[in-house]
């Protein structure tokens, strides 16, 4: 159950609020909102005293959340959240941009030049590759780590990578990585999200193969849990009977969050379609659903790339597809 508040309530109000639940063995968080208090019960609240605390002055409405995520919920923050990636804000006005290789490679520079003349905002490159085949390109680990920051930092935009086991996490903060890509395959390797959600880093958490949206937030529920709050949700496709596209783009889960979560959502068209001509429109269309922000992957020859190239898009698409975005997302009142 989530308690909201009158705006103004003293601390020490909702604190005695809180201590009632918790005395009884109900866990409590509150929630970052600044313009009005917000708690929520982790636990049963016993119906009396939920009852009892409803009926309080100071608190104007409690909601029961859709499912048993508590601080994912809508109901848990006033405004949506805007998510701090080394600066760049994701779920603000702005449709943001994340760009770059499939994986870190000998072109990683020439990507990211790239990637900023095309006005992208978050530079990607993976180094820790989950790859279906063992004996597929596996990805530079740390190595690779070091040339996508040096590279970010050279064009001045924030970086994001995939973490995949809890013994690199150590890795990813010596180099700076601004923002920790979890991949499908790992949604819900708990132990990887509550190792990674505690360390300042925000979190990009893509939908599993096959996940449905529920067990989805209960994956960003187990980040936001461990007090991580730069939370960010990624639609990247999943794996229906179609075997046309590499992944079918579930676009429909777009408004769906909206009305279920607080949490910015980006869509990845690349890895949704897995054919690079079709990206352009599915951004088009991403960004008129209400996307946040848009991954795409791009390669200076995509012939050469060591991963995913059927899905790589070359500068020019990428210079499009930002353009679009901008166009498209002020069309729709997403005014920067
Ligand atoms: C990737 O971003 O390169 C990747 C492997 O994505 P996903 O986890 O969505 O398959
Ligand atoms: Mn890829």
Not at 56 to 60: A, M, T
């Given at each position: 159950m989530i308690f909201r508040l009158a705006p103004g309530t003293p601390a020490d109000v909702v604190q005695e609020l809180r201590d009632r639940l918790e005395k009884v063995g109900v866990r409590t968080r509150l929630s970052p909102e600044t313009a009005q208090p917000i708690f929520a019960a982790v636990d049963k609240v016993p119906t009396k005293l939920g009852e009892e605390i409803a009926a309080?002055?100071?608190?104007?409405e409690t909601v029961t959340p859709r499912g048993a995520w508590r601080l994912a919920d809508r109901a848990f923050r006033n405004t949506p959240t805007v998510a701090d990636v080394g600066g760049v804000r994701v779920g603000g006005r702005q449709v943001v941009v994340i760009a770059g290789p499939c994986s870190v490679d000998a072109f990683m520079d020439e990507a990211a030049d790239q990637v900023k003349r095309a006005g992208g905002h978050i530079l990607r490159g993976g180094a820790y590759k989950p790859r279906t085949s063992p004996w597929s390109f596996q990805g530079f680990g740390e190595e690779g780590l070091r040339l996508l920051k040096s590279s970010g930092n050279r064009i001045g935009l924030p970086v994001i990578s995939e973490i995949m086991d809890a013994s690199h996490l150590p890795a990813f903060i010596e180099h700076g990585i601004d923002c920790l890509q979890v991949g499908a395959r790992n949604m819900q390797n708990f132990t990887l999200l509550k190792a990674i959600s505690s360390c300042g880093i925000p979190v990009l958490l893509k939908r599993g193969l096959a996940a449905t949206v529920e067990e989805w937030l209960y994956s960003a529920e187990y980040v936001l849990a461990g007090g991580c709050q730069n939370v960010i949700l990624c639609e990247r496709g999943i794996r229906t009977f179609e075997k046309a596209t590499r992944n079918t783009l579930d676009l429909t889960i777009l408004p769906l969050l909206r009305e279920w979560t607080h949490l910015p959502v980006v869509v990845d068209p690349s890895h949704a379609a897995g054919i690079a001509s079709l990206i352009p429109t599915l951004s088009r269309a991403s960004v008129a659903a209400g996307a946040d922000g848009l991954a795409i992957e791009i390669h200076p020859d995509p012939s050469q790339a060591r991963s995913d190239a059927d899905q790589a898009l070359l500068e020019g698409e990428l210079a499009q597809i930002t353009a679009d975005a901008r166009t498209l997302g002020a069309v729709i009142g997403r005014r920067e």
């Open positions: 309080h002055e100071r608190v104007l």
